[in-house]
């Protein structure tokens, strides 16, 4: 369960940045998923809710958008978004692509009290 | 009040890795980082090293597990360093874990480093242990579409072994499709079949080692 990882990872940062802040609660933490990363938002939202207890972000809620999935054909350069694993250029059908978005977790933003 | 930060959530992991790299390169070690699903052969394809002939390639392994030494015990059976790390069912292996494990091992007696990460295509791909190559592990019981539902795996590798090709006949598995698939993610990546039950491609595998050992 590498979400749990994640998580950590997500409550380590928070940590920092609510010490360099006067040590104010957090309140909202935006994060940004690829859609190539495996991760389920609510699974990702149930596990820092259990973790959050005693934290900095105790009372922090936990907002996931998705970031699409963008690949770029090898062979016509036409960017798209390949829909059940099935990387086929809409264009040309050419086989695979270069992945454009898709793979990044971030942290965007973060609420302070 | 809102904070604009855009930070990678595994920064962390990321500058941990960047420490492990720094000491490898300090010791000249070549790092391999081998990643696939369950069962896929990792830990027989590290045996069948030791059974070539690559004694030119002073070899340290370290092993990731969820629980028990048994990958470890098979590896030390051919008095290489071996390090058994346990993740307490973690599906992953972390840098720091890779940092720890350093200490455990003669550095500067070895040239080549096999991590076997845990058993799981998904986990691992996302945590930089410091290593200079990936290699991604599929057996053909696993089914030829791996490489679209996967991606992120077979963009990162530097090497994909196609793995137990003696149950080719007995399985549904498309060599052609599976090449495709691979080459359409990653057009530049070797690709190497091989069968630790024949033996077939072992060789290959172990020049593939040697190679990078040599251009470090
Ligand atoms: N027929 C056949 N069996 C193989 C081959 N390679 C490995 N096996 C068998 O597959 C099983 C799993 O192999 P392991 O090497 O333990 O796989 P692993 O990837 O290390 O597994 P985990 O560490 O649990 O993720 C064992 O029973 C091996 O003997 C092969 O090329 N052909
Ligand atoms: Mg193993
Ligand atoms: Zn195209």
């Not at chain 1, 609660?25 to 938002?41: N, Y």
């Not at chain 2, 599929?138 to 992120?152: A, I, L």
């Not at chain 2, 090449?179 to 593939?208: A, F, M, Q, Y």
Request: proline residues 4%; hydrophobic residues 40%; contains cysteine.
């Amino acid at each position: 369960m590498h979400e749990l990882s994640l998580v950590n990872s997500i409550l380590d940062q928070l940590e920092e940045i609510s010490r360099s802040n006067y040590d104010r609660k957090i309140v909202r933490v935006d994060l940004k998923v690829g859609a190539l990363e495996h991760i389920e938002p609510e699974v990702l939202k149930n596990i820092f809710d259990q973790v959050k207890e005693g934290s900095c972000a105790e009372r922090a809620e936990l907002v996931v958008s998705q970031e699409m999935a963008l690949v770029r054909c090898r062979n016509c350069m036409m960017e798209y978004t390949p829909e059940d694993s099935i990387w086929i250029c809409p264009r040309c059908e050419f086989l695979g692509g270069e992945i454009i978005k898709g793979t990044e977790i971030i942290i965007e933003s973060v609420y302070l009290e | 009040m809102k904070v604009d930060i855009v930070q990678k959530v595994l920064k962390a992991n990321d500058e941990i890795a960047k420490l492990v790299k720094d000491k490898l390169k300090s010791y000249k070690m070549f790092c391999i980082n081998m990643i696939s699903a369950p069962g896929s052969g990792k830990t027989t394809l590290i045996e069948r090293i030791f059974q070539e002939d690559a004694e030119d390639m002073r070899i340290g392994v370290i092993e990731g597990d969820p629980e028990t030494t048994r990958d470890a015990e098979r590896i030390s059976k051919y008095n290489v360093p071996v390090v058994q790390i346990n993740t307490a069912g973690g599906c992953h292996l972390e840098a720091h874990l890779v940092l720890q494990a350093l200490d455990k091992l003669p550095l500067g007696e070895i040239d080549l480093l096999i991590i076997e990460n845990v058993g799981n295509l998904v986990c691992p791909v996302g945590f930089d242990l410091g290593e200079d190559a990936r290699v991604a592990v599929v057996s053909v019981s696993e089914g030829h579409d791996k490489p679209f539902k996967y991606p992120k795996l077979f963009t990162t590798a530097n090497l994909v072994i196609l793995n137990k090709i003696d149950l080719l006949p007995y399985v549904d598995f498309d060599v052609e499709e599976f090449r495709k698939g691979v080459l359409g993610i990653n057009p530049n990546v070797n690709i190497i079949h091989t069968s630790c039950r024949t033996k077939e491609g072992i060789d290959k595998w172990v020049n593939w080692l040697r190679e990078q050992v040599k251009n470090g």
